[in-house]
């Protein structure tokens, strides 16, 4: 009898012990079960030319990973030197202030940091068209030897070991597997949900507020003057072109011409994006020219227009009087979005 209730209390011990591992199992490994988000286009706007997020489902689990590698001093090689370091929040996602960026050991690129807004419509990025899709550009910076000087190899090293990412990995993607795929898809998700839609000029065409007569006028002169390779609703056309600029003789830089190997391309650059202008100074692939005033002004007088490669709108540069020149300058002020500079959703987390 003893034998049968030592047997029996063996067994119900044995059954208990694996009834509280497979519940701690259970506990460890919840459901993959991720918030899904929708992406919005704004009303009026066109469809973005590729679905960015079509093979890497938009979840505010992936949004909230890539939110924290964007931020996160880890991805460079002193831990000085985050993604915003460089696009900062307050000025658009770009770098205020300085013509170019600050990297690792002091040294310094030798170009303006792009804003980062609305990613989702184009097709290239950087000035010279050199990255063809969101979910690799971050290679470049960090990769870089003047920017965040790191291997990936590195970077995913000291993502392992932080038990923050490996929770969040998992909650993001399924299981807690950390690599360069998932780390490039959720810093997409971040980067690829921000968006600029909500200037007075957005206001206006909403009719839900009305420009100053200087703004209406300026916005007059924008449409007969700069809306040609500045397409509405974007501000840019996302094409490639030589605005007459006098090429660095210590930069060397010649543009697109680097990516394609073609000199036809020689001194294109990507036109940028005028939303958010009044937040993105020194301007220009340089940051050669430091206020609105003076990036006006080139339009004016400054076109070198005895290059071959010049864009055939600028041959005869743009005529516009002093007047016409306040008056673009407040429309342009019109396209600055405060609630991008100040959306904690995009603020760095706490």
Same mark, same amino acid.
């Given at each position: 009898m003893k034998f049968k209730i030592l047997i029996s209390l063996i067994l119900t011990l044995a059954a208990t012990v694996f009834i509280f591992d497979a519940c701690k199992k259970n506990e460890g490994s919840k459901p993959y079960a991720p918030s899904y988000l929708k992406f919005t286009v704004p009303?009026?706007?066109? %469809?973005?030319?590729?679905? @960015?997020? &079509?093979?890497?489902?938009?979840t505010e689990e992936g949004f909230q990973l890539g939110r924290k590698l964007f931020y996160d001093g880890k991805l460079s090689k002193d831990g000085n030197f985050p993604c915003a370091s460089c696009h900062q929040q307050f000025a658009a996602f770009s770098t205020y202030d300085h013509q170019f960026s600050h990297g690792f050991d002091n040294a310094f690129t030798f170009r303006n940091a792009p804003a980062l807004f609305n990613l989702a419509w184009m097709k290239e990025m950087h000035w010279d068209g050199g990255v063809n899709h969101i979910e690799v550009q971050p290679l470049a910076p960090i990769t870089n030897i003047t920017e965040m000087v790191e291997t990936i190899d590195n970077v995913l090293k000291k993502l392992v070991i932080d038990t923050a990412y490996t929770?969040?990995?998992?909650?993001?993607?399924?299981?807690?597997? @950390?690599? #360069? %795929?998932?780390m490039l898809k959720a810093l997409s998700q971040f980067m690829g949900s921000i %968006? #600029?839609?909500?200037?007075?000029?957005? %206001?206006? &065409? $909403?009719?839900?507020?009305?420009?100053?007569?200087?703004?209406?006028n300026g916005y007059n002169i924008f449409k007969a003057k700069c809306n040609s390779c500045h397409a509405e609703p974007l501000f840019t056309d996302n094409s490639f072109r030589n605005?007459?600029?006098?090429?660095?003789?210590?930069?060397?830089? &010649?543009?697109?011409?680097?990516i394609t190997g073609n000199t036809a391309d020689s001194l294109k650059f990507k036109v940028p994006s005028l939303r958010n202008i009044r937040y993105t100074p020194p301007y220009m692939h340089d940051g /050669?020219?430091?206020?609105?005033?003076?990036?006006?002004?080139?339009?004016?007088?400054?076109?070198?227009?005895?290059?071959?490669?010049?864009?055939?709108?600028? &041959?005869? /540069? @743009?005529s516009m009087t002093n007047q016409e020149k306040v008056d673009l300058v407040e429309f342009?002020?019109?396209?600055?979005?405060?609630?991008?500079?100040?959306?904690? $959703?995009?603020?760095q987390p706490n």
């Open positions: 009303a009026g706007w066109p %469809q973005p030319p590729t679905d @960015i997020f &079509k093979d890497n489902p938009l929770r969040m990995f998992t909650a993001a993607f399924g299981d807690n597997t @950390i690599n #360069s %795929q998932r %968006q #600029s839609f909500n200037s007075k000029y957005d %206001q206006v &065409k $909403r009719g839900t507020a009305s420009f100053t007569v200087a703004e209406q605005n007459g600029l006098t090429l660095d003789a210590y930069l060397q830089d &010649k543009g697109r011409m680097r /050669r020219l430091l206020s609105l005033q003076q990036a006006i002004e080139h339009y004016r007088t400054g076109i070198v227009v005895n290059q071959s490669t010049l864009d055939p709108l600028l &041959k005869n /540069r @743009i342009l002020s019109s396209l600055s979005d405060n609630d991008l500079l100040q959306n904690t $959703r995009f603020a």
